[in-house]
C-alpha cells in the first residue's frame, strides 16, 4: 500500500515537472520572439554586423533560424531536446548539456558537504540539547536555532565573505576553482577551498533545523536511546 502510494506520488510530482517545464519553454520562446532586440546584434555586436556582407547576415540568420517562425522555431528545439541535442551556448562555445554537467557536479559537491556537515552536526547539537535539557547548553543550543533560522541565508553570506574573504583573506571570495587556472591544474583541493564558504553558509542554516528537529524527538523513545547511547559513545572515543 505505502509502495503504490510512493509511486502515485512520485509520478505526479514527475509529471508537474514536465508540466512546468514545457510551460516555461514555451514562455520563453514567446517572449524571446516578441522582443524587440535584434538576435544577431545582440549575439555579434554593432561593430561586427556592420562589417559583415548582406551575404553573411543571411548565413547567420540562416544558421539561427531567426527568419522561422516561432512555433516551427519552439518545435525543432523541443525535438532536439528529447534526443540530447540541447544546443551549442553562445557564451561558453560548449554544448549545453556540457555546460550544464560541469555546473551540476559542482553544485552536487557543495550540496553533498553541506548536507553531511549539517547532518552531522544538528543530530550532535539535538542530542545534547537532551541530554542536558534544561540546563545553559539546551538553551544555548535552542536559541542559536531560533536565531538563525530567522536569519537570511544571503545576508549571512555576505558577513562570512566579508569576513573570511575581505577582512582575512583566508578563503577565497568566489568560484568554484582558481581563476586563470586550466581545468588539468586544478587540484581536488582548490575545489575544496573554494567551497568551505558556501558549504559553511549552507550548514549553519541546515544545523539549527537540525537540531530543532532531533531536540523534539528527543521525547521518543529513539531520541531516549540516542540520549542514552550518546554518554556512551562520548566516554568510547574520549577514555583509552
Known amino acids: 500500500m505505502k509502495r503504490n502510494l510512493f509511486i502515485r506520488t512520485m509520478t505526479g510530482k514527475f509529471i508537474r515537472m514536465l508540466l512546468l517545464l514545457l510551460t516555461v519553454s514555451i514562455l520563453t520562446f514567446t ?4 522582443s524587440p532586440i535584434d538576435p544577431l546584434q545582440a549575439n555579434v555586436g554593432q561593430a561586427a554586423l556592420g562589417a559583415m556582407s ?9 544558421y539561427w533560424g531567426v527568419n522561422i517562425p516561432p512555433v516551427r522555431r519552439f518545435i525543432n528545439w523541443a525535438s532536439d531536446f528529447v534526443r540530447g541535442d540541447m544546443g551549442t551556448s553562445l557564451l561558453y562555445r560548449q554544448p549545453v548539456s556540457r555546460v550544464i554537467g560541469v555546473k551540476l557536479s559542482n553544485s552536487l559537491f557543495l550540496m553533498v558537504i553541506a548536507w553531511l556537515l549539517s547532518g552531522i552536526l544538528g543530530v550532535v547539537l539535538g542530542v545534547l540539547a537532551g541530554v542536558f535539557r534544561g540546563s545553559w547548553a539546551d538553551r544555548l543550543i535552542k536559541g542559536y536555532s531560533l536565531l538563525i533560522s530567522s536569519t537570511p541565508v544571503f545576508w549571512l553570506a555576505l558577513l562570512l565573505l566579508l569576513v573570511f574573504a575581505v577582512w582575512l ?6 568560484l568554484s576553482v582558481p581563476i586563470g587556472v586550466e581545468s588539468a591544474g586544478v587540484t581536488f583541493l582548490d575545489r575544496v ?5 558556501p558549504a559553511v553558509t549552507l550548514s549553519i542554516t541546515g544545523v539549527a533545523g537540525g537540531a530543532a528537529a532531533h531536540h523534539g524527538k528527543n521525547n521518543s523513545g529513539v531520541g531516549r536511546g540516542l540520549i542514552m547511547l550518546f554518554p556512551c559513545l562520548i566516554y568510547i572515543l574520549c577514555c583509552p
Open 193 to 197: 577551498r573554494h567551497a568551505i564558504l
Open 169 to 174: 583573506k583566508v578563503l577565497p571570495i568566489g
Open 54 to 62: 548582406q551575404e553573411q547576415k543571411e548565413k547567420l540568420e540562416e
Open 31 to 34: 517572449l524571446v520572439s516578441m
